[in-house]
Every structure is written in structure tokens, then in C-alpha cells.
């Protein structure tokens, strides 16, 4: 019986120190997991940022290009008349810089 005792707490023992060991490396995991996923959403907003501003970029010149051909439009409507690229380039300037 003393034998037996003797097996049945070594076993009792080994099966601690083997869930101890368990334990570890699942935390290891959790953590190491964790921190993967931290760097992507980071890596993700990144380039969430970064296509937003390159999406801000384009409507800005889309938009810089829209009122510039408007106000060639306009004043050829009011003068009655066809300007030249000269001619609207320094009209839509000179707009461009009264705002």
C-alpha cells in the first residue's frame, strides 16, 4: 500500500506540473494571439487611413477641376463670348484666388 501511495501521489504530482506546463503555453498562445491581432488592426486602420486620404486627394482635384471648367463655362455665358485657353486660364486664376 505504501507503494501504491507513494505511485498515486508521484502521478498526482506529474499530472500538476503537466496542466502547470498547459496552462503556460495556452497563455503564451492567448497572449502571442492577442498581440498578432493588435498589429493588424493596427496595420488596417493604417491603410484605412492612407486610402482615405488618397480618396480625399482625388475629390479635391475632381472638384478643383470641375470649378475650374464652371467658371470657364459662366464666363463665356456672361461675355457672350469663347475665351481662349490664355484667356481662361488667367480668368479662372484670378477666380480662383478672390476665395
Known amino acids: 500500500e505504501d507503494k501504491a501511495g507513494e505511485i498515486v501521489t508521484e502521478a ?18 492567448l497572449e502571442e494571439a492577442r498581440h498578432k491581432a493588435a498589429g493588424q488592426v493596427e496595420r488596417m ?5 492612407e ?10 482635384q475632381t472638384l478643383k477641376s470641375d470649378t475650374t ?6 464666363t463665356e455665358t456672361i461675355l457672350g463670348e469663347k475665351l481662349d485657353d490664355s484667356k481662361d486660364a488667367a480668368l479662372i486664376r484670378r477666380s480662383l484666388e478672390a476665395k
Open 45 to 49: 486602420m493604417n491603410e484605412g487611413r
Open 12 to 29: 498526482r504530482k506529474a499530472a500538476e506540473e503537466i496542466l502547470a506546463s498547459a496552462h503556460a503555453s495556452a497563455n503564451d498562445q
Open 51 to 60: 486610402q482615405l486620404n488618397r480618396d480625399v486627394l482625388a475629390a479635391r
Open 69 to 74: 471648367k464652371l467658371v470657364a463655362e459662366a
